[in-house]
């Protein structure tokens, strides 16, 4: 059984007051559906624009619940799903919907119009946060895609915010640990299964 990964932010974080925004609210609107990032800078914010080099002019676009872009491309989302993860394989197109509007951050990466890589995270927005269903195609592995998208997660303000942030992977824990993620050994992952 795979125990699950996290990452501490080291720091507590104290009450949100009744005015506070809810973490997972998105602050976008419909005229903008999302911000596009390229790669974390060192204050943690995120630049606009693509990036070259190692991983061939690819875009990243964080989303916050409102995920236009995502929803109106959700049979790529669903191929992608399908190609190049074991675990998310089969999902209906309305239950990807539901999945996109229940995260409070979702990381796409694009190249053009085609979608090569995502991620996304829920989060209470203070205690905990976790990251689900990091997935880059195949021939856009070990090119650094998969840390870009999970450290512009790792920024979005809910996760940011959180004190500790979890992931469960099967196959992947030295590329999580290499991202500053250790392995959890007091804990154990217990599942619940439902029928669907």
């Not at 190692?54 to 995920?67: C, E, P």
């Not at 675990?87 to 990381?107: E, I």
């Not at 119009?113 to 829920?122: K, S």
């Not at 640990?177 to 599942?191: D, I, K, M």
Request: include cysteine.
């Amino acid at each position: 059984m795979t125990a699950p990964l996290q990452v501490s932010h080291g720091r507590g974080r104290g009450f949100r007051g009744p005015t506070s925004r809810p973490p997972c609210t998105s602050v976008s609107t419909p005229s903008v559906p999302s911000n596009e990032i390229a790669a974390p800078q060192a204050n943690g914010t995120m630049a606009a624009g693509a990036e070259g080099g190692a991983t061939g002019g690819i875009q990243l676009v964080r989303h916050g619940r409102l995920n236009l872009k995502l929803l109106l491309g959700i049979n790529q989302v669903r191929g992608l799903f399908d190609a190049h993860s074991f675990w998310a394989q089969g999902r209906s197109r309305r239950a990807l919907v539901r999945m996109l509007l229940g995260s409070c951050s979702v990381v796409s990466a694009w190249q053009g119009d085609r979608l090569v890589g995502i991620g996304r995270a829920t989060s209470d927005g203070v205690f905990r946060a976790v990251l689900w269903d990091v997935v880059v195609a195949e021939e856009h592995q070990g090119r650094g895609l998969g840390r870009r998208i999970v450290q512009a997660l790792l920024a979005s303000p809910a996760v940011a915010a959180s004190e500790r942030v979890y992931l469960m992977t099967t196959n992947s824990s030295g590329f999580y640990e290499r991202l500053g993620f250790s392995g959890e050994h007091g804990q154990q992952l217990l599942v619940l299964y439902r029928e669907r």
